[in-house]
């Protein structure tokens, strides 16, 4: 069965070229399109696509908007938003909103093909610099509550477990000596939000050994994507 797709987008030309490109995949069907936010609400309604790929900026009902309804109605629908804007404002509420993948209009074809597979198969696909603005935003919460629980709890020399300062999930006994030097850059300038490709310019190497880098640390950390170890690695304060 192919992955049914639904295209939001309030220009004619960009859902044109995301049609044609997507048509050329096996394993893909686009099943409809829709030019601002209510017509995809009621398209979805209807076809009951597999991924919603759409812009954030629509008339009638914004993307942030349509998001929140489409998990509502639909709630195991996948929405990947395919946007121009990277920056805290846009990234956070989309999140918030249920978006499984957050993805800038410069990605290369190849790459959103993987992309829809990736977040049909239950994954979480963020760009670099919208999984930095996440990890801004929650470094900074955590740091808020810390410094509220030690003026609730002035004597208290207690840090509040992880699970219960950011909400996700278990604290791990995975420490930065577990990696070598060379993952533990790769992993702070993962954090930096830079891409694959800006760290192997980084550090003089090939953009495959930086994926090999990735994979290992991944392994190694227990975590499933580039995004989890990032964010892992700023709760921990391994990376500032």
Do not use: C
Not at 1 to 22: Q, S, Y
Not at 70 to 92: A, C, K, N, Y
Request: no cysteine; charged share 25%; net charge negative.
């Amino acid at each position: 069965m192919p992955i049914t797709i639904l295209l939001a987008d309030d220009h004619a030309m960009v859902r044109r070229g995301l049609h044609v490109f997507l048509s050329t995949q096996p394993d893909m069907e686009v099943v409809g399109e829709a030019s601002n936010g209510q017509e995809a609400l009621e398209q979805a309604e209807q076809l009951h696509p597999d991924v919603v790929l759409m812009d954030l900026h629509m008339p009638v009902l914004d993307g942030i908007e349509t998001a929140r309804r489409l998990r509502s109605i639909l709630p195991g629908i996948r929405i990947i938003v395919l946007t121009s804007f990277s920056d805290q404002d846009h990234v956070v509420p989309a999140v918030r909103a249920g978006v499984k993948g957050y993805l800038l209009k410069d990605i290369e074809p190849e790459d959103l093909a993987v992309a829809i597979r990736n977040v049909h198969a239950g994954q979480v696909e963020l760009h670099p610099a919208a999984a930095g603005q996440l990890m801004h935003v929650m470094a900074s919460s955590e740091l808020s509550m810390n410094e509220a629980h030690e003026r609730a709890n002035p004597h208290s020399s207690i840090r509040l477990p992880e699970q219960e300062r950011i909400g996700l999930g278990k604290e791990t006994s995975h420490r930065p000596d577990m990696l070598t030097r060379r993952e533990r850059e790769v992993l702070g300038l993962i954090a930096q939000g830079l891409s694959n490709k800006e760290i192997a310019i980084k550090l003089i190497i090939t953009e495959k050994t930086v994926k090999t880098h990735v994979s290992h640390l991944l392994d190694k950390l227990g975590l499933a994507d580039r995004t989890q170890a990032a964010l892992h690695a700023v709760r921990n304060g391994w990376v500032v």
